[in-house]
Every structure is written in structure tokens, then in C-alpha cells.
């Protein structure tokens, strides 16, 4: 499968983006997916997983109840709406397709598959 992340930008602290990533090569729905971020000099991490179905998702601690992962399996997009932002969210963010339907709580992404190219996502203080 093939992924394009967008949606990236500069921002001031408190803004909202949201990210998108369109797959396409197969079918979108047979795979569960993630959003991942990488800051300068640090590790990737996982920010937020879902489903194939949309029912189950996980979010790392530190963007709870900021950041909504969601996808739209009929226009074979996945989303990431980003909330309250704040200067340490700052990084490169991927989207990437797990090896399953379910849900992949994975937080360095070795068990996912295919990887989009990166959005970066700017937050101003």
C-alpha cells in the first residue's frame, strides 16, 4: 500500500491541524494504522493507533484527550485531528499501515509495514 501524509504546517501554541494520509494499492480497510512522530535527535514513537474497523484506538499519554485518530475506509484516508498543540508536539509525523486488521500498539513501528513520506508539523510558543 501506498501512503501520503499532509496536512503539516507552522502553528502557534493552542492551534489545531489536521493531518490526513491517503492510501492507495490495496485495500485500505484490510489494515489496521498508525501515526507516528519523530522530533530532532529523538526516537519514532507511536502518537496513535486504530483499527481496520475504526472501534478501537490508542493514544500515547501525553496527547489523550488532545489528539482524535480517525479514518474514513470509503475515501481510504486516515486522519489525525491535532487539538490544544503544544511546542513539544513539534516533529516529523508518518502515517503507517499495520500487518493486520487489528489493532497494532507498536511504539517504535517495527511491526508496521508501509510507511508515508512525513508531514512536518511546526508549534510556535
Known amino acids: 500500500v501506498q501512503l501520503q501524509a499532509s496536512g503539516g504546517g507552522l502553528v502557534q501554541a493552542g492551534d489545531s491541524l489536521r493531518l490526513s494520509c491517503a492510501a492507495s494499492?490495496?485495500?485500505?480497510?484490510?489494515?489496521?494504522m498508525g501515526w507516528f512522530r519523530q522530533a530532532p535527535g529523538k526516537e519514532r514513537a507511536l502518537v496513535a493507533a486504530i483499527n481496520w474497523s475504526g472501534t478501537t484506538r490508542y493514544y500515547t499519554d501525553s496527547v489523550k484527550g488532545r489528539f482524535a485518530i480517525s479514518r474514513d475506509n470509503a475515501k481510504n484516508t486516515l486522519y489525525l485531528q491535532m487539538n490544544s498543540l503544544k511546542p513539544e508536539d513539534t516533529a516529523v509525523y508518518y502515517c503507517?499501515?499495520?500487518?493486520?486488521?487489528?489493532?497494532?500498539?507498536?511504539?517504535?513501528?517495527?511491526?508496521?509495514?508501509?510507511w508515508g513520506q512525513g508531514t512536518q508539523v511546526t508549534v510556535s510558543s
Open positions: 494499492g490495496r485495500t485500505f480497510s484490510n489494515n489496521g
Open positions: 503507517a499501515a499495520g500487518p493486520m486488521r487489528t489493532i497494532v500498539v507498536d511504539l517504535r513501528g517495527m511491526k508496521y509495514n508501509y
